[in-house]
C-alpha cells in the first residue's frame, strides 16, 4: 500500500464528514491551504502540540494553523482569558483597555512601533500598511518579492507563486503575475516585483519606477518557499536602498512576528523599517493583527488624517484580551530560548537523516520555523526552492500524515513551526518518523 492508500485508509471518518461539508462549502475548508486530496483530516481535538481528528488518529502538528498557535492549542492560560472576557461580553464597537495594554506590550517587543492599529487578520495588515504608504506618499506604486505571500487582498497577491513557464520574467527583473480570477488590471498593474536576496534586482526595479513607489513590503525571512532566511548583509542594503529612493519599508511580520524572536524579525536583524505588518502570534489564535509604525505616518489614519481603517471587529475585546495572555504570560523571553532549542534540535536531527540517506534535499530554519526542501543546495529564492521535486514532497507528506505527524503546512511551499507546547520527545518521535518515511521517499529521488 502506498502512503497515500495509508492516509485513505486510516481516515474514514475524515472522508464522509469531507463529502458532507464539500456539499455545501467550496471544497470542504474554509481556505484553500487547507485543502489537499483527497480531503484533509478533520479535526476533533487539541490539546498542546497535538491534534485527533475524527477517526480518533493523533498527529504532532508541526503546522500549528500555518504557525499562528505559537502557544499550542488549547492552551490553558490563554483558555481562561477567553472565558473571563467571554463573560464580561465579547464586542461593544467602543475602546476597552485590552487593547491597549496589548499595544503596550507590542510596543515593548517592537520599539520601531510608536502607534499601531489592530485588524483581524494578517492580510488586513498588509493592504492597510499599502494603503497608508501610498496615502503618507501620494505614490501608488508598490514594490513586492517574487513568491511572497502578504494575504489574498487584489494589491498584493501578484507572483506570490512562481509560473514555470516564461511569464515569470527573467530571475532578477520577475514579470507582475495576477494569481486569481477577478482581479481588475489596474490593481495588480501598481504592483512590480523583485526576487529576494537579490540587491540588483530591487535596485534595476527602484530605478526603473523612480518617483513612482510608495512602498517596498517584504517578509524580512521569506517563509513561502519552505523558509528562506536573509543572507548575511541583505536587509541592511534593503534598507539603505529604500532610504536612498525614498520608498517606505514595509516588514510583514504576520508569521514571523513575536515568533521568530521575542522582538520578530526587527529584533533578530537589527533592522528598522517604517511599518511592520503583525498578526498570528500576536493573537493567540485568536483572529488578529495590526499594522503600526512610525508615528507621523501613523498619525495619517483616520480620524486623525485622511487615510481610513475601518471594521467592525477591531480590537476587540476577546481577541486582544487573548493576545495580551499569549504574549504576556505564555511567550516569555524564555519560552523563546526553548523553542530556538527545539528548532535547533529538530533542524540538526532532519539535517543528519538527510545526510545518512544521501538524499537530495535540505533544511532551513530560522529557530523554530523551518522548511524540509527536496532541492540538492539550499535556495536563496522562491525560485530555487520552486525547483524541489515536487513527488517526493508529496510521498513525504502523506507518510508523515499516515504514521501520526502533521509535517508542516500542507504544500511544498510551507513550513514546520515548533511551538511553546511542543517537548524534546515530541522532536525525538518526529525525527524517528521521518527516518521511516524519508528512506521510501527516497526511492523517488
Ligand atoms: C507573511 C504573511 N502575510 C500575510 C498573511 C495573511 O494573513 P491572514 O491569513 O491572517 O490573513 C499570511 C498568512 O499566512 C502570511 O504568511
Known amino acids: 500500500m502506498s502512503f497515500y492508500d495509508d492516509y485513505v485508509a486510516r481516515t474514514p471518518m475524515s472522508g464522509k464528514e469531507a463529502k458532507r461539508a464539500q456539499a455545501i462549502i467550496p471544497g470542504g475548508v474554509g481556505s484553500a491551504i487547507q485543502f489537499w486530496p483527497p480531503y484533509p483530516i478533520m479535526i476533533k481535538d487539541s490539546q498542546g502540540p497535538y491534534v485527533w481528528d475524527l477517526d480518533g488518529n493523533k498527529y504532532i502538528d508541526y503546522c500549528m494553523c500555518y504557525a ?6 488549547a492552551d490553558p492560560v490563554i483558555a481562561q482569558a477567553i472565558k473571563e472576557q467571554a463573560d464580561k461580553g465579547i464586542l461593544f464597537g467602543l475602546p476597552g483597555i485590552s487593547a491597549t495594554d496589548l499595544a503596550e506590550e507590542i510596543q515593548r517587543r517592537y520599539p520601531v512601533i510608536e502607534m499601531l492599529r489592530f485588524t483581524q487578520s494578517g492580510v488586513e495588515a498588509t493592504m492597510y500598511a499599502v494603503r497608508l504608504a501610498r496615502a503618507a506618499t501620494g505614490k501608488m506604486g508598490v514594490l513586492k518579492v517574487e513568491g511572497a505571500y502578504h494575504g489574498a487582498s487584489d494589491i498584493l497577491l501578484v507572483s506570490t507563486a512562481v509560473p514555470t513557464n516564461t511569464a515569470a520574467g527573467p530571475e532578477w527583473m ?10 481588475p488590471e489596474g490593481t495588480w ?28 513590503i517584504l517578509e524580512p525571512c521569506m517563509t513561502n518557499g519552505g523558509v528562506i532566511p536573509p543572507d548575511p548583509g541583505y536587509l541592511e542594503e534593503v534598507r539603505k536602498l529604500t532610504r536612498k529612493y525614498n520608498v517606505l519599508l514595509i516588514f510583514d511580520e504576520v508569521k514571523v512576528g513575536a515568533r521568530i524572536a521575542y522582538g520578530g524579525a526587527c529584533e533578530k536583524y537589527g533592522i528598522e523599517p517604517d511599518l511592520v505588518c503583525l498578526a498570528k502570534a500576536i493573537g493567540g489564535g485568536t483572529p488578529l493583527g495590526a499594522f503600526g509604525g512610525r508615528r507621523d505616518l501613523m498619525g495619517l489614519i483616520t480620524p486623525m488624517g485622511p487615510a481610513v481603517h475601518f471594521g467592525t471587529y477591531n480590537a476587540n475585546p476577546l481577541t486582544t484580551s487573548a493576545g495580551l495572555a499569549c504574549l504576556t504570560k505564555v511567550l516569555t523571553k524564555e519560552k523563546y530560548k526553548e523553542m530556538d532549542r527545539l528548532g535547533e534540535k529538530y533542524a540538526k536531527g532532519l539535517k543528519d537523516i538527510i545526510k545518512r540517506l544521501g538524499l537530495p534535499a535540505c533544511v532551513t530554519h530560522e529557530g523554530p520555523l523551518g522548511g524540509i526542501q527536496f532541492v540538492p543546495e539550499i535556495p536563496h529564492t522562491y525560485r530555487q526552492a520552486n525547483q524541489g521535486n515536487k513527488g517526493m514532497w508529496r510521498e513525504y507528506w502523506y507518510g508523515m500524515l499516515s504514521k501520526g505527524v502533521i509535517p508542516m503546512g500542507s504544500g511544498w511551499f510551507e513550513e514546520y513551526s515548533i511551538s511553546a507546547a511542543h517537548k524534546d520527545k515530541d522532536i525525538e518521535e518526529t525525527l524517528n518518523i521521518s527516518e521511516d518515511v524519508l528512506k521510501e521517499v527516497k526511492k523517488l529521488a
Do not use: D, R, W
Open 189 to 216: 498593474k501598481h504592483t512590480h516585483v523583485v526576487q529576494f536576496n537579490h540587491l540588483e534586482s530591487l535596485e534595476y526595479q527602484l530605478s526603473k519606477h523612480e518617483g513612482e513607489i510608495a512602498c517596498f
Open 68 to 73: 499562528a498557535m505559537v502557544a499550542g492549542h
Open 174 to 183: 520577475p514579470s507582475s503575475v495576477a494569481e486569481s480570477a477577478g482581479i
